[in-house]
């Protein structure tokens, strides 16, 4: 994964386009979109923005689907939409970091931002109590997706032909899947299949789920409320995007089926197609799914250590460090600043001493290190005799 927009985004193409629909049942269109170029921050879907090289801060992608009744869920979508784009403008395109992980916790923040608004005003507003939306955020840096979702959206991934679903629905219905008590199939006809375990706004605290998809040469990511989801399998999906290179086509195309189908809610799709030598060809056998993002500190491997090798490094530690002289006081543990400030001090103080500050500081730091050691190989021990008894 590329973790900046270098100079191989340069030949990275997007084409994008989306489309709402109010549905056949509805009366007003609770669902919003957003399609934003971040570097210029151009929120249209202008041809510069339809089809464009993103540039070093990427390309958003939204779909949010409001609920609430009367007017509150067209405002908490609208709403959703607005914040989001703003808090990317605040942390992302004015930071001076382009690294892919600032970016990606700026995804999630911008969504826990959007639910506090949401439920603030909801609290400010009691009429429009319990109002909320779903959200489904695609953020497209480097050759990556950054994925973050609340609530039961979708997001799909059409690659070699076939569409997966590269988002996780938060809703009763795939708790159940997951626990077994429910089969996929039976879990699309399912009467509670609309309930959803979480939304922006409800409540004060929101859990978003973070994921990460590469993006292969000729993918094409379908964003959707469940409107459009909610009417038609991966497979309907896919034949549509693989029938029509026209994205303009596919959204119309795909709004279409699902108003066929009954179109009970509100619809709306961002179809996105991805070309250009920047990007990797798919293999045969790489499929996309549905992936937790982690961080590249969480991604780093810890090695183990043999207790008995911990023990003789301590002890060499402490051989070397009793021949130090002069013996430099220590401050409290857990207060690195005073303790660094206080060997600063003493060293500096004592100018007979043939250590100087910068020498007291290093035998705190493997004073530290060597009562860390001899816990840590103390408490092996114990567990170590625990589990011999």
Not at 261 to 289: M, Y
Request: aromatic share 4%; charged share 20%; hydrophobic share 40%.
């Amino acid at each position: 994964m590329s973790s900046t927009g270098g100079s191989a985004q340069d030949d990275i193409i997007v084409h994008v386009f989306g489309k709402t629909d109010v549905g056949r049942t509805r009366e007003h269109n609770e669902d919003a979109f957003v399609v934003a170029d971040l570097t210029t921050l151009n929120a249209t879907l202008q041809p510069e923005v339809r089809t464009h090289t993103p540039g070093p801060r990427g390309t958003l992608f939204m779909v949010a689907d409001g609920m609430g009744g009367a007017a509150a869920g067209e405002i908490a979508s609208a709403l959703a939409t607005e914040v989001v784009l703003q808090e990317l403008d605040t942390r992302w395109r004015q930071a001076h970091d382009t690294d892919a992980e600032v970016f990606a916790r700026a995804l999630k923040a911008a969504a826990e931002t959007a639910n506090a608004r949401i439920h603030n005003y909801a609290v400010e507003h009691p009429e429009n109590r319990g109002m909320g939306t779903t959200c489904t955020i695609a953020g497209f840096l480097g050759d990556t997706l950054y994925l973050v979702q609340v609530g039961d959206s979708r997001g799909y991934l059409v690659r070699n032909g076939v569409a997966q679903q590269i988002t996780k629905d938060q809703s009763l219905m795939q708790k159940l899947v997951e626990a077994g008590e429910m089969t996929a199939e039976e879990a699309e006809v399912s009467e509670r299949r609309n309930i959803i375990l979480q939304a922006l706004g409800p409540e004060a605290i929101v859990k978003v789920d973070l994921t990460s998809q590469a993006v292969r040469r000729g993918d094409t990511l379908v964003l959707c409320s469940d409107g459009l989801s909610g009417q038609m399998r991966a497979g309907d999906i896919a034949r549509i995007v693989n029938e029509d290179p026209d994205l303009v086509g596919v959204c119309r195309k795909l709004i279409d089926l699902a108003n066929e189908a009954g179109g009970p809610d509100n619809i709306t799709v961002i179809a996105v197609r991805f070309e250009g030598s920047g990007l990797e060809p798919p293999t045969a056998d790489e499929g996309p799914a549905h992936h937790p993002y982690t961080s590249q500190s969480e991604q780093r491997i810890t090695q183990p250590v043999d207790v008995s090798a911990i023990a003789a490094i301590a002890e060499d530690d402490a051989d070397v460090d009793a021949s130090m002289q002069p013996t430099v006081p220590t401050a409290p543990r857990n207060t690195p600043a005073s303790a660094m400030s206080a060997a600063a001090a003493a060293a500096s103080s004592n100018p007979g001493s043939a250590v100087s500050a910068e020498d007291a500081l290093v035998s705190v730091a493997k004073l530290r290190l060597i009562f860390g050691a001899i816990a840590v190989a103390i408490g092996a021990v114990v567990v170590y005799t625990l589990l011999r008894k």
